[in-house]
């Protein structure tokens, strides 16, 4: 049997120590003592590290808990902070409203002094001793160095030719052909009223066509023959308007367009208001020819519907038919953003509000407000070269 030396003992935590059965050290008594001591010692150390390992324990449990009510606390913070942020975001919605309805009352604040300043014009500039012209089916046709009043006691079915310094028009109708304005200062038609078809080939692609340098206000009026273009303004080379208000008038059905503006003066403001359009290709024109500023203002408006190919179908047509190729229409950029600024005001397209800026067309895009083309047959989409829009 083989004789002990050394007993090895093994501690909790995997460590190892000995007693030395040989030692010579000291009486056996005091060897005992010692190794006794030793054996207390560690076994206190031992301890030790189970009370330390104890404490770490209780320690993290603690954490632990504590963690856990934060994360209850937290919870509950964050419902606090969903409540917040619904909060905020009301405030925010109430901003962006109130922004909208300071927006809408500037466009319609300015848009109203428009037409103001464009009555006060109209009655500045009727004269007492104006005698009024009734027109009649082969006699529609008039002209003077002065200023003219029209008017028709019955509907007339020839062409209208009116030639003026200013030129008043008030309760007229026509129909089956078309109408040719031309004055040097104001046109105001009031209670003006087409009807009937219009043959392209043979009358042209404008039922009605106004040139003039000066203001033109249209007010109270249907065009509703059934042909290509409905109204033309500012088509002849020396024809700039100053301003144009189209107030209260209805536009039937037609091919193309229903209000063409192909040039006016700089800083015009076009103000179409309250009217009704049928269905058509697209409802506005604009061709800025001089490459000058405009504003157009379209204000309680409703369409109809636009052309149901979605290659033209838009609201407002930017055309600009003087570039002859893409080049001179790039250099021209005659509807860049700094030049022309559409504002949109409660107006509909079938029926639904517009409320959303959407430009260009192309399937997807049946709500198209805008889109800008040129002779030259591109399309032009690039924020740089359609104009401002803001609908309020």
């Not at 015009?268 to 009704?276: G, L, P, Q, R, S």
């Not at 067309?361 to 591109?378: D, R």
Request: net charge negative; aromatic share 4%; hydrophobic share 35%.
């Amino acid at each position: 049997m083989k004789e002990l030396k050394k007993i090895y003992i093994t501690k909790s935590d995997g460590s190892e120590y000995y007693i030395d059965l040989e030692s010579k050290d000291g009486t056996q008594d005091e060897r005992i003592q010692a190794n006794t001591d030793l054996i207390n010692a560690n076994t206190e150390a031992d301890n030790a590290n189970k009370d330390e390992i104890l404490s770490r324990l209780q320690e993290l449990e603690t954490a632990v808990n504590n963690r856990f009510a934060e994360l209850q606390e937290s919870s509950l913070k964050r419902e606090d902070l969903d409540d917040l942020e619904n909060t905020v975001n009301d405030r925010l919605q109430g901003i962006e409203n109130s922004v909208d309805a300071l927006t809408q009352a500037s466009i319609l604040t300015d848009s109203l002094a428009t037409e103001v300043q464009a009555l006060a014009k109209v009655v500045d500039s009727k004269k007492a001793d104006v005698a009024v012209t009734t027109m009649s089916t082969g006699d529609s046709t008039l002209n003077s160095q002065d200023d003219v009043v029209v008017t028709s006691d019955s509907t007339i079915t020839s062409p209208l030719n009116v030639t003026a310094l200013n030129v008043e028009i008030n309760d007229l109708a026509i129909e089956n052909n078309v109408s040719n304005v031309v004055a040097n200062g104001i046109v105001n038609l009031n209670g003006f009223v087409s009807t009937g078809t219009q043959n392209k080939q043979t009358q042209g692609n404008a039922n009605v066509k106004i040139n003039n340098s000066d203001l033109v206000r249209i007010v109270n009026s249907k065009f509703l023959n059934v042909g290509y273009n409905s109204l033309e303004i500012g088509l002849s080379a020396t024809s700039k308007p100053k301003n144009v208000v189209i107030d209260h008038c209805e536009f039937g059905d037609t091919s193309n367009n229903s209000i063409l503006i192909f040039n006016t003066d700089d800083n015009a403001v076009i103000t179409v208001k309250d009217c009704k359009f049928g269905a058509v290709s697209n409802a506005i024109r604009l061709s800025n020819r001089d490459n000058v500023h405009v504003t157009l203002n379209v204000i309680d408006c409703d369409f109809t519907d636009v052309d149901t190919d979605p290659a033209w179908r838009s609201v407002i047509i930017c055309q600009d038919y003087t570039a002859k190729t893409v080049d001179d229409a790039v250099t021209a950029n005659r509807f860049s953003p700094d030049k022309i600024k559409i504002n949109f005001v409660n107006c509909t397209l079938r029926g639904q509000k517009l409320t959303e800026v959407v430009t260009g067309v192309g399937e997807g895009k049946e709500n198209s407000l805008l889109y800008v083309w040129n002779s030259a047959n591109e399309y032009v989409d690039d924020e740089g070269s359609i104009p401002k829009i803001t609908i309020a």
